[in-house]
């Protein structure tokens, strides 16, 4: 009996410094999630403004007026047949829940084998090599909150398989930001760019310097980095919010196991008062 108590008491501390850990985690996350929310805050009247005005200038009737620029133009806006240049976004590290499970599913059903991917993210890059996928770039993801800065080397590949006409298409496969309880994996075509069907014009007319294919060639760079940025801050909350979730559900089962465990120990430690008691008035009698 002697020995169980032991084990009991080492089994309810394990279970406490687990709940400590995972509690500890959670928090971490909750604390990244803010500033998270921070950074979209400030970002989306930017990401906005430059997705009005490309589909403002999408929705002109006088866009392919220049046969030179209507070229121009068409490289980022004509629907094309070809390979797609894929972006996966996916955490560094585990301990997100189903969050990399579900992103692969996703990915499976939309690439095709010859498509070029580009993987952000340890657990991503160690998924696409399980799987022979055409790799040709890796990127960490990282623990802090991605920079602007750090997306450009990304971006380039882009600018050197789309722009040369390599690839078709230009994807972006990553987890969406719902809420604190709800993350959705997501395939994000950003080029080439879809006009917005939905998009009314306002009453007031512009008048475009030099004109709007240029405006539109100058932009549409802009739109990329914007479009990318913005995934990349939705895998990351995303991230962060399945992990808190994921570390709160095992503080919350490691504190019951350590209640249950406790209760147990509490029962048979009172077992072991009460049979020396009675060994010790038997004892009594027996004299």
């Avoid at 410094?17 to 929310?37: F, L, N, P, T, Y």
């Avoid at 070029?116 to 090599?129: F, Q, R």
């Avoid at 722009?163 to 997501?186: C, D, I, P």
Wanted: one cysteine or more; proline letters at 3%.
């Amino acid at each position: 009996m002697a020995q169980n108590l032991q084990q009991l008491k080492k089994r309810i501390k394990t279970s406490n410094s687990i709940a400590q850990i995972a509690k500890a985690m959670e928090a971490i996350s909750a604390s990244k999630i803010r500033k998270v929310q921070d950074s979209v805050e400030k970002h989306n009247p930017y990401a906005k403004k430059i997705k009005y005005m490309v589909q403002r200038i999408l929705a002109d009737e006088d866009l392919y007026d220049d046969k030179d620029l209507h070229d121009d133009v068409e490289k980022f806006a004509k629907e094309k047949s070809g390979k797609c240049l894929v972006y996966i976004i996916s955490p560094d590290k585990g301990l997100a829940g189903g969050l990399v499970v579900n992103l692969f599913k996703k990915v499976s059903s939309y690439l095709k084998s010859d498509d070029y991917v580009v993987v952000i993210g340890k657990k991503a890059a160690s998924e696409a090599a399980k799987y022979g996928y055409n790799v040709v770039a890796s990127f960490s993801m990282g623990t802090d909150f991605p920079k602007y800065d750090d997306l450009y080397p990304m971006i380039d590949i882009t600018k050197k398989l789309y722009l040369s006409g390599e690839t078709a298409r230009v994807s972006v496969v990553y987890t969406e930001f719902k809420n604190m309880f709800l993350q959705e994996s997501t395939i994000e075509e950003i080029f080439p760019v879809k006009p917005d069907k939905n998009f009314k014009k306002t009453g007031m007319d512009y008048i475009f310097e030099p004109n709007s294919q240029q405006i539109l060639k100058g932009l549409l760079p802009f739109y990329f980095e914007v479009e990318f940025y913005s995934a990349f801050m939705n895998a990351y909350a995303s991230e962060q919010a399945a992990r808190m979730i994921a570390m709160k559900n095992a503080k919350d089962s490691a504190n019951d196991i350590s209640a249950s465990l406790t209760n147990i120990y509490n029962k048979s430690r009172q077992e072991k008062i009460t049979s020396e008691i009675l060994d010790l008035a038997n004892g009594q009698q027996g004299i």
